[in-house]
């Protein structure tokens, strides 16, 4: 009975949240952006139609982590209808796994067809260096709770969704040429999502790495399962910001992550527009 009042509140939280940003605009988005660290200033390429703080949003979760601002841009790019996350929620910061992939959720019901995932990473592929680009194949969710725990909101999906090609296949075909196109190197491989907020231990990382895990963050792998499940078509680029403890000879902080990313960001933001401006005719 619990898990049946849990699984009602949340949708009810979830259309309250879509009423109050339906007070504001009735713009339908093609795509939804999640902006990770480094690319929070991405919404200057967008036409903005709207701004929406998640502030302003009624029981709606909030950030706390510096460089997540806390917006939802609408707007077009090059002709696509997108919303942006422009800063996302961490599970690390003490919300409910539920409500870290509710701003996701409340995107698909707004509409979006697509989920255009991006965050920083530290890499564990050897072969990876601070600064590359990774576009995500696959992923390990053991880590961190699954958002689809407790009764299923029939609303949203089935109760057993299927995870073989969570990444769609055609995005990231388009991913893959646009980044040919724009002579823009680009990594494949599968990222594994933590609880965070401490970073990996070197023992967990050669774990990590017998397992299968080109690059580690603490977000989105929660994000894609809730997006899945709700029949979005998800993609995910992430910016290897820098290498995992043990493979680093250097202590890892948060201050070198925003670095890396902010110094990678011109290149990012050429990549994703230039594929989500092609994603649009999907």
Do not use: W
């Not at 259309?15 to 988005?29: A, E, G, H, M, S």
């Not at 502030?55 to 917006?71: K, R």
């Not at 958002?147 to 109760?159: D, S």
């Amino acid at each position: 009975m619990k898990s049946e009042t849990n699984a009602r509140i949340i949708y009810e939280k979830l259309q309250n949240c879509l009423k109050c940003i339906r007070k504001r605009t009735d713009f339908v988005p093609k795509v939804a952006l999640v902006l990770g660290s480094g690319l929070g200033d991405f919404a200057k390429n967008i036409d903005v139609e709207c701004v929406i703080p998640y502030s302003e949003i009624e029981n709606f979760p909030v950030s706390s982590v510096l460089g997540h601002a806390g917006n939802y841009i609408f707007g077009t790019l090059n002709g696509v209808k997108i919303v942006c996350m422009q800063g996302r929620v961490h599970y690390y910061e003490g919300y409910s796994v539920q409500e870290v992939v509710m701003p996701i959720r409340l995107m698909g019901l707004m509409g979006a067809e697509i989920l255009f995932l991006t965050n920083a990473s530290g890499g564990i592929n050897r072969n990876f260096s601070a600064g590359d680009f990774m576009m995500i194949t696959d992923h390990i969710s053991s880590f961190a709770p699954n958002p689809l725990i407790g009764q299923n909101i029939e609303e949203l999906g089935t109760r057993f969704p299927d995870m073989s090609h969570i990444y769609r296949p055609e995005l990231c075909e388009i991913i893959e040429n646009t980044a040919r196109e724009d002579n823009i190197p680009l990594k494949k491989g599968v990222y594994v999502q933590t609880t965070g907020p401490s970073f990996e231990s070197p023992a967990e990382i050669r774990m990590m790495q017998t397992l299968g895990a080109d690059a580690v963050g603490m977000s989105t792998v929660v994000e894609a399962i809730a997006a899945n499940h709700m029949g979005m078509k998800v993609c995910g680029i992430s910016c290897v910001c820098n290498l995992a403890a043990g493979i680093s000879p250097n202590p890892l902080t948060h201050e070198e992550v925003q670095a890396a990313a902010s110094k990678a960001a011109p290149l990012f933001k050429q990549l994703l527009t230039d594929s989500i401006s092609k994603m649009g005719s999907l």
